[in-house]
Nanobody
Framework: QLQLVESGENLVQPGGSLRLSCKAS????????IAWFRQAPGKEREGVAC????????YYSDSVKGRFTISKDAAKNTMYLQMNSLKPEDTAVYYC????????????WGQGALVTVSS
């Protein structure tokens, strides 16, 4: 069974940092495009970070560039999203995903993890 399981809900203050993790089972992360999406209340889901296996290139949305970092640990078959300098507008449910391309042709979704940035 193909699965992505994310870490739990998180509350962090503005300016703080947080790392989300997402463990894969049933497949090897190294062979696929992996990405993080988020969906804020009342908004559409958006792709925020992607890592391609072919060249290890990473891609970020303008809203998170310079603050978020996507990575993976092949030995643990786990992907991560390091989030720094968090802002209230980063509050959303975050989803990890495996796709046929970056931010497209999504084949497997994680269950989602709520991140709340608030003082």
């Amino acid at each position: 069974q193909l699965q992505l399981v994310e870490s739990g809900e998180n509350l962090v203050q503005p300016g703080g940092s947080l790392r989300l993790s997402c463990k894969a089972s049933g497949f090897t992360l190294d062979y696929y495009n992996i990405a993080w999406f988020r969906q804020a209340p009342g908004k559409e889901r958006e792709g925020v970070a992607c890592l391609r296996p072919s060249d290890d290139n990473t891609y970020y949305s303008d809203s998170v560039k310079g603050r978020f970092t996507i990575s993976k640990d092949a030995a643990k078959n786990t992907m991560y999203l390091q989030m720094n300098s968090l802002k209230p507008e980063d509050t959303a449910v975050y989803y990890c995903a495996r796709g046929g391309g970056c931010f497209e042709k999504i084949e497997v979704w994680g269950q989602g993890a709520l991140v709340t940035v608030s003082s």
